[in-house]
């Protein structure tokens, strides 16, 4: 495409050269720059596209467009714009044709849930005869391939490169986990939302390296609800109404004001499966079972029911979704016998920790066994409180590897007994990840709900600078074959 073309419609200043010439791509990253990419110089967190200008145009680049003043002697083209991270935006979706009118698209943010409900809409769709796309932590998911993504939201080019393949893969629907960093910095700008979802808030994600105040973190998810044509909120949460700017405003809860509310809500466990019964009022009047556990679990799959019923989805679809629905790495059952319970779970610090332990303790189990490590070259005050939150909430804690990475695992269990020595719980150390889970399953007990926590849905573990494969849905499908469980 020229780069004339690609500028249309985008308020720029012709710096130098020429904007008639042939653009093959767009690039923000300058380790990625190919001959002929039109380069981005956006200023990040820790490092600025301006200061690598240089780079890209030895490896090719004949256009760049920057936001600051810049002295480029080279013959090539030079953009001038206000905010160079809002025109990577509308420049790639130009350059993708607009994927975003090719598709039904749904936003999820809130500090917890997002994964969960995001996954929960995508089965109803399915069940329903519709193809669906996701974008969120756990990767980029369109029919059988699955992408790795570094952020929960991607950059607005990944995203809308995306968007582009799964209209290609005439998907019906989008599905995306929206975070507070990525509307505070622009990722999904200029994308306009059929359907936004708001799940709750809480101060998980204020601090130094992300919001510097619970203002900024409630500021920069609001934004999303200015991007989507219908809102889907939470009426129970505290900050309900910051978020409400939708015109077309829906709610959820367990509030008598709520469009759909729950009426009833009970735990059920079936053998080694647990999750909810779930009774619904308002517009929909329904009793839904969901194959999640906990109250939390009552909030997702009303945001997910509620979604579905403003687009149009026959609660039998529904029905047969969510209650045959896991996760991968969130509360996730592996089936390991009749007797016994085990969920595979991304807790890795005290706050999910304790949220998901004191969840499961409500199912009365006869003990709650928690497997866990922490992170190497991570604050040894998140170890402390693993250590002391594990054992507060569990019955018996095995302490085992996680991603060690350059630190030395006796150093990371120092730090966890600190934590762990507070409460009154027995505890093993094995260092092994894969002997630790058969210590787990082999000792466990009629009744027993064993939590294994930390990595959730990654699928290896990183010591030394090296990622080894390591994903625990196999890892215990080996152990059942070597103990004949």
């Known amino acids: 495409m020229l780069l004339s073309e690609l500028l249309k419609e985008i308020d720029y200043r012709v710096i130098k050269g020429d904007i008639d010439i042939y653009v093959g791509d767009i690039c923000y990253d300058s380790k990625k ?86 996954f929960m809409i995508k089965k109803i769709l399915e069940e329903a005869g519709y193809k669906c796309g996701i974008i969120g932590t756990t990767g980029v998911y369109i029919g059988d391939t699955v992408y790795q993504v570094n952020n ?59 919001h510097d105040s619970m203002e900024d973190y409630v500021k920069s998810k609001a934004k999303l609800f200015k991007q989507c044509k219908c809102g889907i909120f939470n009426i129970d949460d505290n900050y309900y109404g910051d978020m409400i700017s939708s015109s077309n405003i829906n709610t959820f809860g367990y509030d008598k004001k709520a469009d759909l509310r729950a009426v009833n809500m009970k735990l059920y466990r079936e053998g080694s499966n647990i999750g909810i019964i779930l009774d619904v009022d308002g517009v929909v009047r329904d009793r839904f079972k969901v194959s999640t556990p906990g109250r939390f679990s009552s909030y997702n799959a009303m945001a997910a029911i509620l979604t579905s019923y403003l687009i149009g989805i026959d609660n039998k679809y529904i029905k047969k979704a969510l209650c045959n629905f896991s996760v991968k790495g969130r509360v996730e059952p592996i089936y390991v016998g009749d007797d016994l319970t085990l969920l595979i779970d991304y807790a890795h610090n005290g706050i999910s920790t304790k949220s998901v332990l004191t969840t499961i303790r409500e199912y009365n189990p006869k003990r709650i066994v928690t497997i866990f490590g922490c992170g190497g070259n991570r604050s040894p005050i998140r170890r402390y409180e693993m250590g002391e939150i594990a054992g507060k909430y569990s019955d018996f804690c095995i302490i085992t590897e996680d991603n060690n990475r350059y630190e030395e695992f006796s150093d990371i269990v120092r730090d966890i007994l ?68």
């Open 152 to 210: 929960t939201t991607p950059e607005s080019y990944e995203i809308i490169k995306y968007m582009s393949l799964m209209a290609k893969e005439k998907m019906d629907y989008m599905v995306m986990e929206v975070s507070s960093q990525a509307l505070k910095y622009d990722r999904v700008y200029d994308i306009i939302y059929d359907y936004g979802i708001f799940t709750n808030l809480s101060e998980d994600h204020v601090g130094m390296y992300e």
């Open 33 to 118: 720059i190919k001959k002929d990419d039109l380069f981005v110089a956006i200023i990040g967190f820790k490092l600025d596209g301006h200061d690598y200008i240089d780079e890209v145009i030895n490896k090719g680049s004949r256009c760049v467009i920057v936001s600051k003043d810049i002295d480029i002697i080279n013959d090539i083209t030079v953009i001038k714009v206000d905010d160079t991270r809002k025109i990577l935006a509308k420049l790639s979706m130009r350059l993708f044709n607009y994927p975003q009118n090719k598709l039904k698209t749904i936003a999820v943010t809130g500090t917890k849930g997002k994964t969960t409900t995001t």
């Open 418 to 485: 600190k934590g762990i020595s507070k409460t009154k719980c027995k505890y093993k150390i094995i260092s092994d990840r894969k002997e630790a889970i058969k210590y787990a399953i082999e000792n466990g007990r009629k009744g027993d709900i064993i939590m294994l926590i930390g990595k959730g849905h990654e699928d290896y573990k990183e010591i030394k600078g090296v990622k080894y494969p390591f994903d625990e849905r196999k890892i215990i499908k080996e152990i059942l074959r070597e103990i004949n469980r």
